[in-house]
């Protein structure tokens, strides 16, 4: 069966300071990934999304990039973190067909 | 005008009513549609999809697609306070983007 991980759980990271997200599906090959971020009390906003190796779509100018650096990890990365990025942080991979999304546990971030 | 929209709520039912949850869309060439439940803390789940008019049933959930009006609605039978998360209504953009209404907080009352 698929099952997609995300690390870490939570995470508390000074301005300035980098940041790398890591997200792997085991089960599948050549899934689309997803990036998303949910403010508090908000929407999930997507971030970037991939759909091969290499491959990187950015929705949003940000702060951010993101790597595709094997068919199952996405990783998600900055140079230097805002108060403004601090947020959930949910990877996910797109089912067969129009089955919507899987989603990973998340990441919560917070940026002092 | 926001892709999707819902009512944030939070929306009281008592335990044992029907909740029926809203979600409105804007681009009429959408086709696909997506409830997700989110608990507190958690990250969503897929409770429902949806691609045809009508009424889609599974267990205590109905989702209920009326393209002509472009809105879309998850109604969940004999309420329980396992059912208090919050709903997030989406729509698929293009061949594999989806787009999430901000999402509506359901709270079941005992």
């Known amino acids: 069966s698929q099952t997609i991980h995300q690390w870490p759980a939570t995470l508390v990271q000074p301005v300035g300071s980098p940041l790398s997200l890591e997200c792997t599906v085991e089960g599948t090959s050549n899934p689309n990934l997803y990036w998303y971020r949910q403010a508090a009390g908000r929407g999930l906003q997507l971030l970037f999304y991939s759909v091969g190796i290499g491959q990187i779509s950015s929705e949003v100018p940000q702060n951010l990039s993101a790597s595709r650096p094997q068919d199952r990890q996405f990783i998600l990365s900055s140079k230097k973190l805002l108060l403004s990025d601090s947020g959930f942080y949910l990877c996910a991979w797109e089912g067969q067909g129009l089955l919507g999304y899987t989603f990973g546990s998340g990441t919560r971030l917070t940026v002092v | 005008q926001k892709e999707v929209e819902q009512n944030s709520g939070p929306l009281s039912v008592p335990e044992g009513a029907i909740a029926s949850l809203n979600c409105t869309y804007s681009?009429?060439?959408?086709?696909?549609f997506f409830w997700y439940r989110q608990y507190s803390g958690k990250s969503p789940e897929l409770i429902m999809s949806i691609y045809s008019n009508g009424d889609k049933e599974d267990g205590r959930f109905t989702a209920q697609l009326n393209k002509a009006s472009q809105y879309v609605s998850l109604l969940i039978r004999d309420s329980q306070p396992s059912d208090s998360a919050t709903y997030l209504c989406s729509t698929l953009r293009g061949a594999s983007k989806i787009i999430f209404g901000s999402g509506t907080r359901l709270s079941i009352r005992p």
């Open positions: 681009d009429r060439g959408s086709q696909s």
